[in-house]
């Protein structure tokens, strides 16, 4: 018996090493791809694990025409809209978890509805309209997409995370003189804080992603390009050289991965509440 | 959409409107839930509504390139929706959809249901180490993730390829994986079936850390064998959240477009265009606008019944709005 429990723990453990090493080996192979020098990504006999490191990919692709720009405004455009559907779902979130009011299901069904949203269906007529409305090839367009994009699930999951703050912390701060609006901001937000940080990583991750509308609303203005365009076109900038490509890339993924390292802890649960997509 | 928060306690928080105030001040606090939402709605009306009435009207049109530049479209009925539900490329293309949709979406939860009853029975070490890889994955951007997979399965110098004749199967020596039909929608459900399994088995693990281990223990004294057990407790308990990982992975990889796009285009031979696919190069490269339009109107109209099977779903685990 105790012989059998032992074959079966050590089976179960070489399996979970299996699915580790599928999981991780792409992004492990991303990375040292990036620091391997050329010599060893053109072996005939790939090398696992690079002895030589270098950071010489990582310069031809920051050297890379319009790397920086491209990189800015991405960062950019991701964090104005992560911020401003942060702020409006503080509001709404507020609005649905604790005050009542007429239409407040249909609010929530609506919030629901918009986040399933088939956004990939709406490329033409988005372009059609913001062509009509003059706001091609500006970034202040995507921003204002990806800021509806996120904010439904910020919208869901701020509520969840506010429904988790007990309303009888706030009503003893207004017994306490505070009014209303003063209670929330010195009771309930600084105990909302993990999860506001939570939610602006989910909402990071899906306008850092965003590709097809990127893709198609800015086209004339090169410079108002973002990053997620510039890398599906990598082959025009860089021939088949896989170290600058992956370092680009390894470039791409830092901003996410850094966040989620900071984040991590708080990332699961909210995962759950927050049937959110990267 | 908090599965585990608990039920919030009933109380009216509107409670104190009704408490005798100044009438001024008493209209103002009925105003402010609106207020609140005012933004976000506004944003839903112009950002989503509109443009979905938008493409109603598209699909209604004749609408080509001269129009897009000169406007004045003319209104044709559904001449559109017949041009393309009765050519045979339409067709294909949905029945296409539907086996990608199919295969993706029966190989993720599968394998993440695996993950996730292997998530459990792990040591807190290995868990640890096995969900930081999970979310790793998960934490990859779509992009770098597909251009990754372009550089595993790169015909030349490509890993896979080394792996595969090292294995023996000497055919793959310098093989172009993305040259052949088959072989890129191969790359493309591995690609999407590594990017989707983290969020649902981490889903479904969350779901299983909910039950409590005496119910099993006790199953396990009664002399239940395992596989009973997983069939009578494990099953039944999951099964509300299979249903809504089930709905929302249908929807995200029926609408799954950038990593087709960066890869294939659709190609090669039209082996891997799906209907979002489709609906772009018919805009882009053919500019017929109003097909794509009507395309479109499709997509959201069979999306819709699958949201509403998880609409339901999820109030009725939810129990409240």
Redesign the interface.
Known sequence: MKARNAVRRGSLNLAALAVFAVTIFPVYWMASTAFKPTRDINADTPVFVPTRLTLEHFRTAIGADGFGTFWRNSLLVTVVAVVLALLVALGAAFAVARLQFRGRRGFVLMVFIAQMAPWEAMLIPVYIIARDTDMLDRLAMLTLLYFIFTLPFTIITLRGFLAAVPVELEEAAQVDGCTRLSAFRRVTFPLLAPGLLATSLFGFITAWNEFAFANMLIVKNQDDRILPVWLSSFSNTFGTDWGATMAASTLFALPVLILFLVLQRRVTTGFVSGSVKG | ?????AP?KL????QE?RRPAVPGRRRSL?L??????A???L??VF??V???L??LQ?SFQSFGLRE?IRGGAEFVGFDNYRELLTGGEFWDVVVRTLIWTTVNVVLIVGIATL?AL?LQ???RA?RI???S?????????????????Q??F?S??G?VN?VLVRLGFDSYEGYSWFADGTATFTILVILVV??????AA??IY?ALTTVPAEIYESARLDGASDWRMFRSLTVPILRPIFG?VLC?EV??VF?C??QI??ISEGGPNDATTTL?VY??QI?QTLHH?DL??AS??I??LL?AVI?FV??RQ?FRQEGE?
């Open positions: 959409m908090a599965l585990h928060t919030r109380r009216d928080p509107g409107l009925v402010w839930p609106y207020l609140l939402i933004p976000t709605v944003g839903v950002l989503l509109y443009p979905l938008r493409n598209l897009l993950v292997m029975r792990l040591g290995m180490l096995l969900m890889a999970l979310a790793l994955a998960w934490a990859t951007p779509i992009l770098a993730a597909t251009t990754i997979f550089w595993l790169a030349r110098l890993v080394w590594w990017q989707s399994v983290p969020f981490i889903t969350s809504l929302l929807i995200w609408k477009f950038t796009w960066v979002p609906a772009y805009a606008y794509q339009a479109s109107t997509t959201v999306l949201l998880y609409l999820l709005l």
